[in-house]
């Protein structure tokens, strides 16, 4: 059996998938390459318009994954750093972190 983190959040809402926020292109792409380096599934994505930071890039994650990404994030220099976004089944991205 496989496990899987799920975060619930007031309101009952439950999320698997986290992602992590840049204004920067660049600064998302060397996100990208150090949380890889962990052997940490990641995807590239757009940033959804929903969390209300402008357009762009992000990384997106397993909730399970949430503390190996602020790691990274402690770990590296991400001045362009906006924040970590839950995505809770069909509602609005929640800010985390």
Same mark, same amino acid.
């Given at each position: +059996? %496989?496990?899987?983190?799920? $975060?619930? !959040?007031?309101?009952?809402?439950? +999320? /698997? =998938?986290?992602?992590?926020?840049? /204004?920067? %292109?660049? =600064?998302?792409?060397?996100?990208? #390459?150090?949380? !890889?380096?962990y052997r940490t599934p990641a995807k590239i994505i757009?940033?959804?318009?929903?969390?209300g930071v402008g357009c762009g890039l992000s990384v997106? &994650? &397993? +909730? %399970? #994954?949430?503390? /190996?990404?602020?790691?990274? &994030?402690? /770990?590296?220099? $991400? @001045?362009?750093?906006?924040g970590i976004y839950g995505l809770p089944e069909g509602? %609005? @991205?929640?800010?985390? =972190?």
């Amino acid at each position: +059996m %496989r496990y899987v983190s799920i $975060y619930t !959040i007031p309101g009952g809402s439950k +999320m /698997r =998938e986290i992602f992590v926020a840049f /204004r920067s %292109r660049s =600064e998302s792409m060397t996100f990208y #390459d150090n949380i !890889i380096s962990y052997r940490t599934p990641a995807k590239i994505i757009n940033t959804p318009k929903e969390a209300g930071v402008g357009c762009g890039l992000s990384v997106k &994650l &397993l +909730m %399970r #994954d949430l503390s /190996r990404a602020k790691l990274v &994030l402690s /770990r590296g220099n $991400y @001045p362009s750093f906006i924040g970590i976004y839950g995505l809770p089944e069909g509602k %609005r @991205p929640v800010k985390l =972190e």
